[in-house]
């Protein structure tokens, strides 16, 4: 009888011990079966036998892909770039910015001695005067060497003495300013923070030092003189310092003459007008960058005046013929600490021309 694993025939001939005997050296453990590879036949496989007998699955992979990695890096180097603009910004925002101080003025009044000279020709006039070889307009006004500080390059420097100059030929030679029918082209070239003292000065001026129209341009009263002829004679400098590592000042010392004729009556003699005016100008970075400047001082003489008039909102001329009204300034109130003192010169013969 054949064993309990022997086929029904027996082991056949000629194989010892069966087929199985072959294979009995063979082993499959299970950590064998564990790591075997799984391959199994696509449907296309399938139909065509000479292609690719398996299609192999990929690896797991275990852990953080790279993409996702490099995700957290660039969300990282966003983050840490949004602080650092954020504490190094390189404008500084309007509440960290210092105010500037309001610009601070005073307006003195030339008496003259006797009648004021005038004649038929400004020309005659200026040719016997102290004026007679000043240049005429904005060419008395020339710029000086330019030269780097230590935390400003020429360009910066070059642009704050241009302002500078700007402002002197609005304010003091722009014929629509001298007649009082414009002040917006000066107003433009000030500091924003300086506008809201400027409106006022001119909405109510006042002699307190602060509030005085013709302390921060030149003013006719039109109902009293207007300028005559082409030509205002000037005659001045500018200079520049840096008077901190974020701030330049300009001082601007200029001498200006102007002939003038009674209004409205263009065959009246005419006569010479002096005013000398002293501005100090402060530049930060962002004035320098927006072409705008800060006024820190005006002090100016002016002449032939009356000092019983009022000239702070108007400069009202002594014009050819004319002696200065009896009188003193207006008083000065001691126990005021607002106001400035009220005071009042007298201008030298030789200040006038000798006809």
């Known amino acids: 009888m054949a064993g309990v694993g022997d086929p029904p025939g027996g082991t056949p001939e000629g194989v010892p011990g069966g087929g199985e005997d072959e294979y009995r050296s063979v082993v499959f453990d299970e950590s064998f079966v564990r790591a075997a590879r799984l391959q199994e036949f696509s449907a296309r496989e399938r139909i065509a036998d000479h292609a690719p007998a398996v299609r ?9 892909s790279r993409q996702v990695l490099l995700l957290f890096v660039l969300i990282a180097l966003a983050f840490g770039t949004a602080i650092y603009m954020g504490v190094r910004h390189p404008y500084q925002s309007p509440a ?96 924003p923070d300086q506008l809201a003292q400027f409106d006022e000065s001119f909405a109510h001026p006042a002699a307190d030092g602060r509030h005085a129209p013709t302390g921060w341009l030149v003013r006719f009263d039109p109902a009293r003189a207007r300028p005559t002829g082409d030509e205002i004679k000037v005659r001045g400098s500018l200079t520049v310092v840096e008077s901190d590592a974020s701030t330049l000042e300009v001082t601007a010392d200029h ?15 005419a006569s010479l007008f002096t005013v000398r005016r002293e501005l100090r100008f402060r530049f930060d970075r962002d004035d320098l960058r927006l072409h705008q400047t800060q006024l820190v001082t005006s002090s100016v003489q002016a002449g032939p005046l009356s000092c019983a008039e009022d000239s702070a909102n108007h400069l009202r001329p002594l014009l050819a013929g004319r002696t200065a009204k009896d009188g003193g300034p207006a008083g000065t109130d001691p126990y005021s600490t607002g106001s400035a003192p009220a005071v009042c010169g007298t201008l030298a013969r030789g200040a006038q021309p000798s006809v």
């Open 96 to 191: 960290a910015r210092p105010q500037p101080d309001q610009a601070r003025m005073s307006v003195v009044p030339l008496v003259p001695r006797g009648e004021v000279p005038g004649a038929d020709d400004p020309a005659y006039l200026y040719a016997h005067s102290p004026a007679a070889h000043f240049a005429a307009g904005a060419e008395g006004i020339p710029l000086p060497g330019v030269r780097h500080t230590a935390h400003f390059s020429d360009d910066q420097v070059m642009n704050a003495l241009i302002t500078a100059k700007d402002y002197i030929v609005r304010s003091a030679l722009d014929p629509e300013v001298l007649t009082g029918r414009d002040v917006r082209s000066v107003r433009v070239l000030l500091d």
């Open 56 to 64: 192999r699955r990929p690896p797991t992979r275990r852990g953080l």
């Open 255 to 269: 001498v200006l003459v102007y002939p003038l004729r009674p209004a409205g009556d263009a065959r009246a003699e």
